[in-house]
């Protein structure tokens, strides 16, 4: 079975410029959490969704950072403006229910020059 | 406010070898999960094992343990017949029930293992 998928895997951006990540969970899974892993903060929620509808969004650092889950199969994490300060690797987890095991996707590295 | 704590950033062990790495948390729920992860260079997050805190047997997972203390609000992971794929970065976290999913993770124990 295909594990949870992310893409960029690495992003190199400019300051200013818009930035989505995307992920796609594991099939049949009905939640969803992004999380963002930096040297300073460690690991740390942002967002999660349960059944495509965002439960907890207290983990979004500022207004920049928006979430989306249009259908059980696509997610978007999008940055904008970005700013140097948001450099750090981006991580979408999901599993079936939202207490349940969460499996990682591989992560996607974002650079923000 | 819900903490994880790893009080050793790096480890060490010889190939072969017993390794035993610590976690406390704090917290005032009464039920609620607990979880290793592996984070490798690669950066892939893979679940080790996982207790719920309603168990009273440790978790076991071939050359993985636990030592799950619920009143001492401890959680150390053993490693048993250390691999050289072992090396990695280990993370603690704690998944309290009625927080929805959210797992609130140490800040990490980096393994190396000698050959």
């Known amino acids: 079975d295909a594990g949870v998928i992310q893409s960029p895997r690495h992003e190199v951006t400019e300051m200013g410029q818009e930035v989505t990540l995307r992920c796609k969970p594991i099939s049949g899974h009905n939640s969803l959490f992004w999380y963002r892993q930096t040297m300073m903060r460690g690991l740390e929620l942002l967002i999660y969704f349960n059944n495509n509808v965002p439960i907890d969004d207290s983990g979004m650092p500022e207004d920049r950072f928006s979430a989306k889950m249009p259908n059980a199969s696509f997610s978007t994490l999008k940055i904008q403006p970005s700013e140097p300060r948001d450099s750090a690797v981006y991580f979408c987890a999901s599993s079936l229910n939202r207490r349940d095991t969460q499996y990682f996707g591989p992560g996607t590295r974002l650079t923000v020059l | 406010a819900q903490t994880v704590t790893q009080s050793q950033p790096e480890m060490s062990v010889q190939e072969a070898e017993t390794v035993t790495l610590s976690c406390t948390y704090d917290t005032s729920e009464s039920d609620y999960y607990l979880f290793w992860y592996k984070q490798p260079p690669s950066r892939q997050m893979i679940l080790v094992i996982r207790q719920e805190a309603y168990k009273q047997q440790n978790a076991t997972e071939n050359r993985f343990s636990v030592n799950f203390q619920k009143a001492a609000k401890s959680f150390s992971l053993k490693i048993s017949d250390s691999q050289l794929g072992d090396a990695a970065m280990y993370f603690c976290?704690?998944?309290?029930?009625?927080?929805?999913?959210?797992?609130?993770f140490g800040q990490g124990t980096e393994l190396s293992v000698k050959p």
């Open positions: 976290a704690s998944q309290p029930y009625n927080q929805g999913g959210k797992l609130i």
